[in-house]
T-cell receptor
Framework: KAGVTQTPRYLIKTRGQQVTLSCSPI?????VSWYQQTPGQGLQFLFE???????NKGNFPGRFSGRQFSNSRSEMNVSTLELGDSALYLC??????????????FGPGTRLTVL | AQSVAQPEDQVNVAEGNPLTVKCTYS??????LFWYVQYPNRGLQFLLK??????LVKGSYGFEAEFNKSQTSFHLKKPSALVSDSALYFC????????????FGAGTRLFVKA
């Protein structure tokens, strides 16, 4: 089975621009979560989607948004980029449906650098 | 609110010695607890999880973790460390109330010296 894939792997943007990151989950997985990883803050939860619905959201400003498509692929968008948005953005998929005890499988991440 | 604490930024052990990476948690309901490992330039990988039942959970690569409800802890252990175990370890928690938000600890970097 193919793992979680994320595109692009690397991005360089300037302040004020917007960016869209893409995630394809493992086949059969309908839950997709997004995280921001930085050296100072660790792994911060952004949001989780299941069957095209956002079920939970972390404490990030509205500039961070996401969506999930009917094939479970997900995108996240960051508008009006700030220097502090530079981070590794990780996507994770799981079999989680109504239960929340399934482990997550992570993609390699997208490294975003904001100049 | 859920929270996870990994009190040690770094743990140093000699190869062949036992290792422990500490984790404490706080949730409103019953916890689902996870350990993940991140090797350099690689994604996070699942190691093990506690859902219910036996307090000692066994996982990948010889790792195990002990759930202690009274101390709200879920420490990761391995009887004999390998140099290849050197990596960044994350503890994570979800609650059993249907919350689909996973909270991760800050991570503990493990160095195993030959």
């Amino acid at each position: 089975k193919a793992g979680v894939t994320q595109t692009p792997r690397y991005l360089i943007k300037t302040r004020g621009q917007q960016v869209t990151l893409s995630c394809s989950p493992i086949s059969g997985h309908r839950s997709v979560s997004w995280y921001q990883q930085t050296p100072g803050q660790g792994l911060q939860f952004l949001f989780e989607y299941f069957s095209e619905t956002q079920r939970n959201k972390g404490n990030f400003p509205g500039r961070f948004s996401g969506r999930q498509f009917s094939n479970s692929r997900s995108e996240m968008n960051v508008s009006t980029l700030e220097l502090g948005d530079s981070a590794l953005y990780l996507c994770a998929s799981s079999l989680t449906g109504t239960s929340s005890y399934n482990e997550q499988f992570f993609g390699p991440g997208t490294r975003l650098t904001v100049l | 609110a859920q929270s996870v604490a990994q009190p040690e930024d770094q743990v140093n052990v000699a190869e062949g010695n036992p290792l422990t990476v500490k984790c404490t948690y706080s949730v409103s309901g019953n916890p689902y607890l996870f350990w993940y490992v991140q090797y350099p330039n690689r994604g996070l990988q699942f190691l093990l999880k506690y859902i219910t039942g036996d307090n000692l959970v066994k996982g990948s690569y010889g790792f195990e973790a002990e759930f202690n409800k009274s101390q709200t802890s879920f420490h990761l252990k391995k009887p004999s460390a390998l140099v290849s175990d050197s990596a960044l370890y994350f503890c994570a928690v979800r609650d059993d109330g249907g919350g689909f938000k996973t909270i991760f600890g800050a991570g503990t970097r493990l160095f195993v010296k030959a």
